[in-house]
């Protein structure tokens, strides 16, 4: 399983992650976030926020982790809109309804197909 997901990893370039994040957020009309392609000790992805400021900082991936970027950067950018709509991070029943609704927009859709141009 370990070689699997590596491979899954190594057959996504980071310039196509960035694109598919791009196109979503213009699919969305949401503001672009940097996208960063860092180590995370817990997890695979992050959104660094400042709650009190509503304030979003980047979005973190860790690409060596991921056997599924696009379901990881799909969660962050739902969190992403959450935050924008009413400044809540949690792992709501919100958050679970919209991630749903996100996944049904864009999980294998035309724009899976830009992760592995």
């Not at 997901?5 to 009309?29: M, T």
């Not at 976030?33 to 860790?62: E, N, Q, R």
């Not at 992403?80 to 792992?91: A, E, F, T």
Request: hydrophobic share 45%; aromatic share 10%; proline share 1%.
């Amino acid at each position: 399983m370990i070689k699997l997901k590596w491979l899954l990893a190594e057959a996504l370039k980071k310039e196509n992650v960035l694109a598919f994040y791009k196109a979503i957020c213009a699919d969305s009309n949401i503001k672009l976030l940097p996208l960063k392609f860092v180590s995370i000790s817990k997890g695979i992805a992050m959104i660094v926020h400042d709650k009190k400021a509503g304030t979003m900082d980047y979005i973190g991936i860790d690409m060596n982790k991921a056997s599924d970027v696009e379901m990881a950067l799909l969660h962050e950018f739902t969190h992403q809109l959450l935050i924008l709509k009413n400044n809540d991070c949690s792992h709501s029943a919100t958050f679970r309804k919209m991630l749903n609704k996100v996944n049904d927009k864009y999980m294998y859709s035309k724009f899976t197909n830009i992760l592995y141009a």
